[in-house]
């Protein structure tokens, strides 16, 4: 059993602010910390491999130790918008079943810029980072985001917010069409993704991109493992979302423990919603691994929070992971005390 929660450190934060967080976190039951350290731009650690805003992991770790807390590395994994990338390596970005790159033409929001996962040379960028990380002694694991296909079908809730109706996938959000994918799929099958006639009902193409998911996750969680690191990730809420939304075939991955992000408003979901969904979760998993209830604090009230945390646990959760530091107020933190000690 284990207790979780995201957070983003902040540079004007000194030791002595980490140390209050820190020892409140544990007192009202927590026992790991997931913190951002690399952002998809920048680091939060002493990097040689991404431009670096402050040294605040090494800051953390002997504190989070001292408060009796496991630290997780929170990296993003795939979405890039990292300067160095995109000038020097332009052909790793997935491309749109339109041809549209998302380096260029990204979907939804200028940042959503995308590495495709089936190039070898973006698994070996992306395990130069878990290695990195991987070297600090006193860092518990490593936590992955993220790590996934760009979003064919948004929530619903962020819908409207585009101005999309996405009852079907359409070409401009289905990824990946890049040169490295058709050539692997075609070997595999005989055929060119782009000549499917009906791509979402095609299941080859499906496990294809599930698989290039699968296989990068595996390289990660091998090189955290190999610097004795434990791996774990963020996960959309349920299986079936995770498959239909973002190509993410979360229970065939080989990790120490999954954080399904359940963020019930998302999907225009009662908080009720959180329950059946952990255990869609946890029964796909069938014992695998440990699966954490990620709740979305800041829609939920804390008597909501409390009952959450109760159900997730009677619903076959591990534990429970908070999203994220900052929404958690005094009224939350005392109904996790009650809840969780």
Same mark, same amino acid.
């Not at 000038?87 to 033409?105: A, C, I, Q, T």
């Not at 004795?228 to 959309?236: D, E, H, Q, W």
């Given at each position: 059993m284990k207790n979780w929660i995201w957070i983003h450190p902040n540079a004007t934060e000194g030791a002595e602010d980490w140390k209050r967080q820190f020892a409140l976190m544990r007192e009202c039951g927590l026992h790991a910390v997931s913190a951002i350290v690399y952002t998809g731009r920048h680091a939060l650690y002493g990097s040689s491999l991404h431009p670096v805003v402050a040294p605040l992991l090494e800051q953390m770790i002997p504190l989070a130790t001292d408060a009796g807390l496991e630290l997780h590395a929170w990296i993003v994994c795939l979405r890039c918008n990292a300067d160095s990338v995109h *000038?020097?390596? !332009?052909? +790793?970005? #997935?491309?749109?079943?339109?041809?549209?790159? #998302?380096? &260029?033409?990204p979907p939804y929001i200028p940042s959503y810029q995308w590495l495709c996962p089936s190039r070898p040379e973006v698994r070996e960028w992306l395990c130069g980072t878990v290695a990195e990380l991987g070297s600090y002694?006193? =860092?518990t694991g490593v936590h992955l985001d993220y790590i996934r296909h760009p979003d064919v079908i948004l929530p619903a809730q962020l819908q409207p917010k585009y101005g999309l109706v996405q009852d079907r996938e359409f070409p401009k959000f289905d990824f990946c069409y890049c040169d490295v994918c058709r050539e692997a799929f075609g070997k595999l099958e005989g055929i060119d993704p782009l000549h499917i006639e009906d791509p979402p009902a095609h299941e080859a193409w499906a496990r294809f991109r599930h698989a290039s998911v699968r296989d990068t996750v595996?390289?990660?969680?091998?090189?955290? *493992?190999? @610097?004795?690191? %434990?791996?774990?990730? @963020?996960?959309?809420?349920? !299986?079936k979302l995770a498959r239909g939304f973002v190509r993410q075939d979360w229970p065939s991955w080989d990790l120490d423990g999954v954080l399904p992000m359940i963020y019930h408003n998302y999907y225009d979901r009662p @908080? #009720? +919603?959180? %329950? !059946?969904?952990?255990r869609e979760g946890v029964d796909a998993l069938a014992g695998k691994m440990p699966l954490y209830s990620g709740l979305f604090v800041r829609e939920l009230t804390p008597q909501q929070l409390s009952t959450a945390v109760e159900e997730s646990m009677d619903a076959g959760a591990s534990g429970i992971a =908070?999203?994220?530091?900052?929404?958690?107020? &005094? &009224?939350? +933190? #005392?109904?996790?005390?009650?809840?969780?000690?």
């Open positions: *000038r020097v390596h !332009p052909d +790793w970005f #997935s491309v749109s079943r339109n041809g549209e790159s #998302s380096l &260029d033409k002694d006193g =860092l595996a390289l990660a969680a091998a090189t955290a *493992r190999g @610097a004795g690191k %434990a791996v774990t990730a @963020a996960v959309f809420a349920t !299986p @908080a #009720s +919603w959180i %329950a !059946p969904a952990t =908070l999203f994220s530091g900052g929404a958690v107020t &005094d &009224d939350h +933190w #005392s109904a996790l005390r009650t809840a969780l000690t």
